[in-house]
């Protein structure tokens, strides 16, 4: 998968999942951000990157290790898709 | 414990098939002659045996809601959220660890409990969505209402059929007197959700009943053939009276006196002729110190439920009151009723021209035996 | 001011039929998480809990075709009533309140997996007729002719013990003399299949306030006492276990399922509590906790107790590392865990427990139950979606 791709499905579980509006995901890009308390981002709490998790492990089949601290990498598209292209190479 | 504490109404938030708004808008809506109930249009009834029911506008709904806080709401939440903000906003009432909330609800968030299952029959256990869960626990309506209005004291909700409403609103005059909160938001909510409908149709619930008659809510009436379903939520906020003043707060009335109780009958039975040993009517009146006769107006809780309706005349005569009048035909069957009906109760103290002692009760019962008696009084 | 004392006790646990039962099993520190039976787990991450063995739910009074978890209310209300000794007209004028969150969902999952996969209609439908909350009040009142005042409170995991909150509210208002109060749970796919997959649940039994824990374990259950009016007791010559003195009811108001970090909404419950029983928190000896054995939870409980009672000042322990989480019924399980730990000066111990984690400075009894003379007692419940309730018991 490309880096774009990826970027697709993650703006379809946005919508599909977290309940966002398709029109505002149609404008989210790789720049943007996605953890609460980050001005200007999607303002996702603990419970969405539950969501978001259990959704990314259904449609990219990873594991993703709740023991481990993943904030640096859902911390935007760019640095999430990067996560997921290493964890599908 | 204080028995002095004395309980009165400062505002009210409504969303039905009616209308949205506060008191004003409740009163406007009250005083109108039209009923909502038309066909359904949120989903298909073809070849059910009942097509009506009483729909909340989703625009106006969603136009009250802001998509970003909103996004994760279902839409009971979202009911709830809008009517319960609607009241704080007309009462003026302050945030924090004094204020309560009471949610009443007799089918809570179905939709979501059904969405989450189904996410697991069409993929199994990971088509489950975590985000969807805590809907399906019947609080979830008060956790999220209360984060709104910022209600820290204690926020309940209570299920019970047909008159969730009214005992919310009794539970809420309890807490105030019982000093566990300075105010309580207090009413109820539910939404028309097309497997319910269905099923509640199927079971012979809804008009018509048996097939027999046209559909239609006629509360009361001898061509009575069962019940026509509503939505929205409706919310009083109760308050003591002291607290009220020193705000400065406008006080619609007083509730002067809230009992409820039980009549041990056969679950999702009516029987016509059982009486009441224990009347929490008659309890609501010896607790204000007043006769029957001090009630000029009833409002009760018979919504074209035949076995319903007929048990409920029979037990007010019984207790000597007034025979009663009915809201459901012009909000539908649904949790926010009760609250709607002291908010009638509201408009009429302050509209009428009762002397200044006439009181009116807001009765309420419901199969298997659920009674409550709400005595409401102009604030003195 | 108007003293409640606790003068009848019922329980059905995983442990089996009634409150002697219960507490043998709490006394010797007995774990009943094990793989689950009662319903398919396959494919699912965490696959145990603490179940009602199938033959204690075989040998209950109550029909087999009533809904599971009538089936367990039914008879722990039964022994509740029959233990307070109570007549019939005594009943009467007793109110109700009960603690639910599941109802008969588990009967109505089984009508629904069942169309959904064969695409027909199935008879189970008429599981739908018991599928709410209320159902077990409506059941309650018409069997037990009860009279009083009728409520069904859904405060997620702190329902049991809201129900004993609004009972003694109920007594010491003068609108009845007595209440039977608790909640009732069975086992629902629903709550199975919710917790896995928000990830709180331990592939283990849990193991509340270790270092190592991991998550909740579910349970099931039901528990009720009557609550009484301590001169209308002594009048009739009933049994007093214990004293209900006080009880606190908050919101956080912060999340739909973290708890406030600051452990603000907590404290206040527990003050209220103890403020209302006229204790000061030197005067509490041990602590029956919420303890779920999340993360989340355990360190923001703790938190909320050494804020209160300073760091090392109780003694706690969780109910719920012998019996799992059994939802509605937990607040009114420890609540009669908390009775007859008063009763018999000994302290059920918390399962599981190997490191007690740093972050929870207190003696959380591991393993083994300690005798320890008590003369109040906290118990803690603290609802998904931030709604807390704290009991306090006196002797």
């Known amino acids: 998968m490309t880096q774009k791709e990826i970027l697709d499905e993650l703006k379809a579980i946005i919508v599909e999942r977290l309940k966002f509006d398709p029109r505002r995901a149609a404008e989210m890009t790789l720049d943007t951000t996605l953890p609460k308390g980050i001005e200007g981002s999607l303002g996702l709490d603990s419970l969405d990157f539950i969501e978001l998790s259990v959704a990314m492990e259904e449609r990219f089949g990873i594991v993703i290790d709740e023991g481990q601290d993943l904030a640096d990498e859902f911390r935007s598209f760019d640095s999430l898709s990067r996560w997921i292209l290493s964890k599908t190479a | ?380 | 001011m108007t003293r409640v004392v606790v003068s009848g006790l019922g329980v059905v646990s995983p442990y089996g039929t009634g409150a002697k039962t219960f507490w043998t099993g709490l006394a010797s520190g007995t774990c009943a998480i094990r793989p689950l039976t009662a319903i398919d787990t396959e494919g699912f991450r965490s696959r145990i809990g603490a179940e009602v063995p199938a033959d204690v739910l075989a040998s209950l009074g109550p029909s087999r075709r009533r809904a599971r978890a009538d089936r367990l209310a039914m008879a722990a209300a039964r022994e509740a009533l029959a233990d307070a000794d109570l007549s019939p007209t005594d009943r009467a004028c007793a109110g109700l309140f009960v603690g639910a969150v599941g109802g008969g969902m588990l009967e109505a999952e089984a009508w629904y997996w069942e169309e959904t996969r064969t695409g027909r209609p199935s008879p189970r439908i008429g599981a739908l007729r018991a599928i709410l909350p209320s159902t077990h009040a409506e059941t309650l009142s018409s069997r037990l002719g009860l009279c009083g005042p009728k409520e069904t409170v859904v405060m997620a995991c702190a329902s049991g013990a809201a129900s004993l909150a609004l009972g003694l509210d109920l007594i010491r208002s003068g609108a009845a003399p007595l209440a039977l109060c608790g909640g009732v749970d069975a086992l629902t796919r629903v709550c199975f299949m919710g917790f896995n997959a928000l990830r709180l649940l331990d592939l283990e039994p849990c193991r509340p306030f270790d270092r190592d824990r991991k998550g909740m374990s579910i349970g099931e259950g039901a528990a009720f006492v009557v609550l009484e009016e301590a001169g209308h007791c002594r009048a009739r010559g009933g049994r007093a276990y214990a004293e209900l003195r006080g009880a606190g009811m908050t919101t956080d108001a912060h999340h739909v399922t973290s708890p406030e970090p600051s452990a603000d909404g907590m404290v206040r419950a527990i003050e209220e509590a103890l403020t209302a029983a006229g204790r000061a928190p030197g005067d509490v000896g041990y602590v029956n906790a919420h303890g779920t054995g999340t993360p989340q939870n355990d360190r923001v409980e703790a938190l909320a107790l050494a804020r209160v009672f300073g760091p090392g000042r109780v003694l706690l322990s969780s109910t719920k590392s012998l019996v799992g989480h059994t939802m509605a019924a937990a607040g009114s399980l420890e609540a009669v865990a908390s009775v007859l730990t008063l009763q018999h000066g000994l302290v059920p111990p918390t399962a599981n427990l190997r490191v007690t984690d740093p972050e929870v400075p207190f003696d959380c009894v591991p393993e083994t139950a300690r005798a320890v003379e008590l003369d109040a007692v906290l118990s803690n419940s603290f609802g998904f979606g931030g709604q807390n309730v704290s009991l306090v018991f006196g002797r």
Not at chain 2, 104 to 110: L, R, S, Y
Request: charged share 20%.
């Open chain 2, 1 to 380: 414990m204080s028995a002095s504490r004395r309980v009165v109404v400062t505002g009210v938030g409504s969303v039905s098939a009616g209308g949205i708004g506060g008191t004003a808008v409740v009163a406007q809506i009250l005083a109108g002659a039209t009923s909502p109930i038309r066909p359904v249009r949120a989903f298909e009834t073809a070849g059910w045996p009942s097509r009506l029911g009483a729909e909340v506008d989703d625009a106006a709904l969603e136009g009250l809601l802001d998509p970003g806080a909103a996004r994760r709401l279902s839409r009971i939440c979202r009911l709830t959220v809008v009517a319960s903000r609607l009241a704080v906003e007309d009462s003026g009432v302050p945030r924090g660890p004094a204020l309560g909330l009471v949610v009443g609800t007799e089918h809570g968030d179905f939709r979501s409990s059904e969405e989450f299952v189904t996410g697991y029959l069409k993929r199994g256990p990971s088509g489950l969505s975590p985000m969807i869960f805590p809907n399906t626990v019947m609080n979830s309506m008060a956790a999220v209402a209360a984060i709104e209005i910022g209600a820290r004291g204690p926020s309940i909700t209570v299920n019970q059929a047909t008159v969730a409403g009214d005992l919310a609103v009794a539970r809420a005059a309890a807490l105030v007197r019982d000093g566990r909160a300075l105010a309580v938001v207090a009413g109820g909510v539910d939404e028309m959700f097309a497997h319910v409908y269905r099923r509640l149709s199927e079971m012979g619930m809804l008009s018509p009943a048996a097939g027999r008659g046209t559909e239609g809510c006629r509360p009361y009436e001898p061509d009575h053939n069962g019940v026509v379903l509503g939505e929205g939520a409706t919310f009083l906020v109760l308050e003591d009276l002291e607290s009220a003043r020193a705000r400065g707060a406008v006080v619609h009335a007083e509730i002067r006196s809230a009992a409820w109780g039980n009549v041990p009958v056969a679950p999702h039975t009516a029987p016509r002729r059982r009486r009441d040993l224990h009347s929490p009517a008659l309890r609501a009146l010896v607790s204000a110190g007043v006769a029957p006769s001090a009630v000029g107006t009833c409002y009760g809780s018979g919504n074209g439920d035949p076995a319903l309706d007929d048990w409920e005349l029979g037990l007010l005569a019984a207790d000597r009151l007034p025979e009663p009048r009915s809201l459901a035909s012009r909000f539908g069957q649904h949790g926010g009723l009760g609250a709607l009906r002291v908010a009638a109760a509201l408009d009429r103290l302050n509209k009428v021209a009762l002397s200044p002692t006439t009181l009116v009760m807001v009765h309420g019962l419901a199969r298997g035996g659920c009674r409550t008696a709400l005595l409401i009084g102009r604030a003195a």
